[in-house]
T-cell receptor, first 113, second 112 residues
Framework: AQSVTQLDSHVSVSEGTPVLLRCNYS??????LFWYVQHPNKGLQLLLK??????LVKGINGFEAEFKKSETSFHLTKPSAHMSDAAEYFC???????????FGKGTRLHILP | GAGVSQSPSNKVTEKGKDVELRCDPI?????LYWYRQSLGQGLEFLIY????????KSGLPSDRFSAERTGGSVSTLTIQRTQQEDSAVYLC??????????FGQGTRLTVV
């Protein structure tokens, strides 16, 4: 069975500083991993995905994530935060045997001016 | 249509009434998911349909909740005898095998 843990429910960073949103997963099989973003009063939007190609995945808006099998992690990073990055971010794991998608509880990112 | 369509977009109902929420997935997508997002909470998995397999109902919070998917396409989530704690945004998503999920805009349910 797969599961996903987002280690921080809230993260606050200053504008222009790096962003790190942590995600650890558990999967008994080779997983697919995703990050979704949800801006206030908006629907969910795919940020990036990992499906066994390159372990460093680049997404939209300057975000990237690195798949580390040894650490069972898929942390989301961005070198320099922008005010428009304030949103809720969801880490997602999908077991490719049955395609069941499991969401993390989400991390709310706050950007300080 | 081009995306996942959910209806209604907003629903206000009285406590104790039954409601039906509809999801039209992207044509050809074999997998369909229902999630619930309560105020201040993360996404809560409800139910998952994959092709003709028996659905995974492990996330349904009580027997007042049920869902069906007719002809491998449209899905209806039914909540019987609604309670105030059922108030949430109900999200539907569909996907092809091993591809990421496309989400609808959700149905905001308010039980008064």
């Amino acid at each position: 069975a797969q599961s996903v843990t987002q280690l921080d429910s809230h993260v606050s960073v200053s504008e222009g500083t790096p962003v790190l949103l942590r995600c650890n997963y558990s999967s008994s099989y080779s997983p697919s991993l995703f990050w979704y973003v949800q801006h206030p009063n908006k629907g969910l939007q795919l940020l990036l995905k990992y499906t066994s190609a390159a372990t460093l995945v680049k997404g939209i808006n300057g975000f990237e994530a690195e798949f580390k099998k040894s650490e069972t992690s898929f942390h989301l990073t961005k070198p320099s935060a922008h005010m428009s990055d304030a949103a809720e971010y969801f880490c997602v794991v999908s077991d490719r045997r049955d395609d069941k998608i499991i969401f993390g509880k989400g991390t709310r990112l706050h950007i300080l001016p | 249509g081009a995306g996942v369509s959910q209806s209604p977009s907003n629903k206000v109902t009285e406590k104790g009434k039954d409601v039906e929420l509809r999801c039209d997935p992207i044509s050809g997508h074999t997998a369909l998911y229902w999630y619930r997002q309560s105020l201040g909470q993360g996404l809560e998995f409800l139910i998952y349909f994959q092709g003709n397999s028996a659905p995974d109902k492990s996330g349904l919070p009580s027997d007042r909740f049920s869902a069906e998917r007719t002809g491998g396409s449209v899905s209806t989530l039914t909540i019987q005898r609604t309670q105030q704690e059922d108030s949430a945004v109900y999200l539907c998503a569909s996907s092809e095998r091993v591809e990421y999920a496309f989400f609808g805009q959700g149905t905001r349910l308010t039980v008064v």
